[in-house]
């Protein structure tokens, strides 16, 4: 940086942001005695060890040996073409590498890509990649990152290095680490937006990287921004969600606009993030995400997998508790403000990741592109990069709804746009019913999967478009186990693969769940079939459809259609005939 160099007041105000996170970690009270990064994860297992409790055996593994640390074993794989066995299965996904035999005998990579924005030469790269060392095509996840897949051992180690050579990391992109930081995916063209994620994204990216400590996790961690848009991003269902807000004069602090910071989503385990009563502005958001963290890492149950997340902590110690702990941890006093202090948030467009949509740029577009259940081929992917590069401003954004967003494209290239996506073989309208249909992995690509979501997922839109037609938006979404990656229970409708006894044979089918949301819909989806063998699932579903277009109130939406009618009576309309 040069003498005649300035920093704008948002630059200082991000940087003043990061070096209250680094003040955090060396001056909170759980780091008086650490001696390394590593040491507050030490600490932690030996209290669990002195109470006669016993690690997990990943916890173990940590212990034995920081997973980062083993790239020498990776190369040594490479050269042999040798898959992991066991609890090495687990260290590998440290470097965002997932072996996911016996649904495949090959790895799955995972990157992390701080608010989902890749450039679209990076894009076209990533192709290649996939080409040489996957399966030719990539898939776009529910937390608005991208999968390769189809990958052999032998490859690990070009791919890493390719993938690194975009400027792109895998670095903890699986297993105990903070995943990819989500945040809005229109951030900074939406012209209802309170505020552009993408910093604040971007600088936690950065911080997690550059902070050892912040790997080896009790389990997994979500982070999202939500820019206060009319595109929501889930952030509700994050262990930390950042959601924006104004604040009026007189009501409890200055003026202007805040995060509200929530804690503990995890949808899966019957749960959305709780307030935590605290009021952040946008240059404390960092700091905020590293003192909880912290405050994780050091209680975090680490003696049992299935409630070693956020939530569990927060239901033993209570918000108060935890909020006590994480002041301790930063180096500043949050404001507390009640949230019917802050104004009401805009409303959301609920399928607003597709189509065409203005900008507040006068005269530009953001064309949202629908994707087959998230799934793009090589060549699409080039396809993209280059009318991003032609049209816009050479930038994709991802959604946690599988989709990808081209933004600046003027008024007078859209027409051409949309031509060159369509030669593609892709397109920017969607019927309600495919607008928002999301698909997890599947039993194709994972060992936990019940059932072929994807493919499954396809055929159900195409029946049900056929037979249905609807006039709001429907969010459908599969999940093949309960893990539930591609969050069942707030879909409109959701299915949750299982297996299902038919004579001898064990055949693939669902669990349904109706009247799910987030955010200003948010609920959690009731249960109004188990078991149901596939080919059940879409004539059930067009007779539960068909009486809510006979039904409903007006032009009221399925959820609200669902949440004014008693489980009992959903169960039956799910059962009947269809209302013709």
Request: proline content about 4%; glycine content about 10%.
């Amino acid at each position: 940086m040069t003498a005649e160099t300035t920093l704008s007041d948002e630059q200082k105000q991000y940087l003043e942001g990061f070096l209250a996170a680094v003040a955090a970690r060396n001056g909170g009270p759980m780091s008086g005695a650490n001696t390394t990064p590593d040491a507050i994860h030490r600490v932690a297992q030996d209290r669990f060890v002195a109470a006669g409790k016993k690690l997990t055996p990943e916890e173990e593994t940590k212990r034995k040996a920081h997973p980062l640390d083993r790239w020498d074993e990776i190369v040594a794989e490479a050269a042999a073409n040798r898959a992991p066995k066991g609890v090495d299965v687990f260290w590998h996904k440290f470097f965002g590498l997932f072996y996911v035999a016996p649904a495949q005998d090959s790895f799955m990579c995972r990157l992390r890509l701080p608010n989902g924005i890749v450039t679209a030469a990076q894009f076209d790269g990533l192709a290649g990649l996939a080409e040489a060392f996957g399966g030719g095509f990539i898939d776009v996840t529910t937390r608005a990152n991208l999968q390769i897949r189809e990958i052999q051992p032998s490859a690990l180690v070009e791919l890493l290095m390719g993938i690194q050579d975009l400027g792109l990391t895998t670095r903890g992109a699986g297993a105990d680490n903070i995943r990819n930081i989500t945040g809005s995916p229109t951030a900074g063209v939406d012209p209802t937006e309170l505020i552009d994620t993408r910093p604040l994204a971007r600088a936690l990216h950065y911080t997690i990287l550059n902070h050892r400590e912040l790997y080896g996790l009790p389990r997994k961690f979500n982070i999202a921004f939500d820019g206060g848009g009319q595109i929501s991003v889930l952030e509700d269902t994050n262990d930390i969600g950042f959601a924006a807000v104004r604040v009026a004069a007189g009501a409890g602090g200055p003026p202007g606009v805040y995060f509200r910071m929530y804690l503990g989503g995890i949808t899966g385990h019957g749960g959305f993030a709780r307030d935590a009563n605290v009021l952040l502005k946008p240059e404390e958001c960092v700091a905020a995400a590293v003192a909880v963290v912290r405050v994780f890492i050091a209680y975090g149950d680490r003696t049992d997998r299935k409630r070693a997340r956020l939530k569990y902590l927060l239901d033993d110690w209570g918000m108060d508790r935890f909020m006590a702990e994480t002041e301790k941890e930063m180096s500043f006093k949050a404001l507390r403000v009640p949230p019917e202090q802050c104004l009401p948030r805009g409303p959301l467009l609920k399928h607003g990741h597709i189509g065409v949509h203005k900008q507040k740029q006068r005269g530009m577009n953001y064309v949202g592109v629908v994707l087959p259940v998230g799934r793009l081929s090589a060549s699409q992917m080039r396809g993209l990069a280059a009318i991003a590069t032609q049209f816009g401003s050479g930038t994709i954004r991802l959604t946690v709804w599988q989709n990808v967003i081209l933004s600046d494209i003027s008024d007078a290239k859209l027409p051409g746009a949309r031509k060159a996506i369509e030669e593609i073989d892709l397109g920017v309208e969607a019927s309600p019913i495919r607008g928002a249909l999301v698909a997890c992995t599947g039993n194709t690509g994972c060992k936990f999967a019940a059932t072929d979501t994807k493919a499954q997922a396809l055929y159900l839109a195409q029946y049900l478009e056929t037979r249905v037609k609807l006039d709001r938006p429907l969010n459908i979404h599969l999940t093949g186990c309960p893990n539930s990656c591609a969050q069942h229970y707030v879909g409109d409708i959701g299915l949750l693969g299982v297996k299902v006894a038919q004579g001898d044979d064990m055949i693939e089918g669902y669990t349904v769940v109706v009247g799910g949301g987030a955010g200003g819909e948010r609920n959690l989806a009731r249960e109004v079939a188990r078991d149901v063998p596939f080919a059940d699932v879409a004539d059930r579903l067009e007779a539960l459809l068909r009486t809510y277009l006979a039904r409903r109130h007006g032009s009221e939406s399925f959820q609200e259609f669902a949440k004014r009618h008693s489980i009992e009576e959903l169960r039956t309309m799910f059962a009947a005939e269809p209302v013709l």
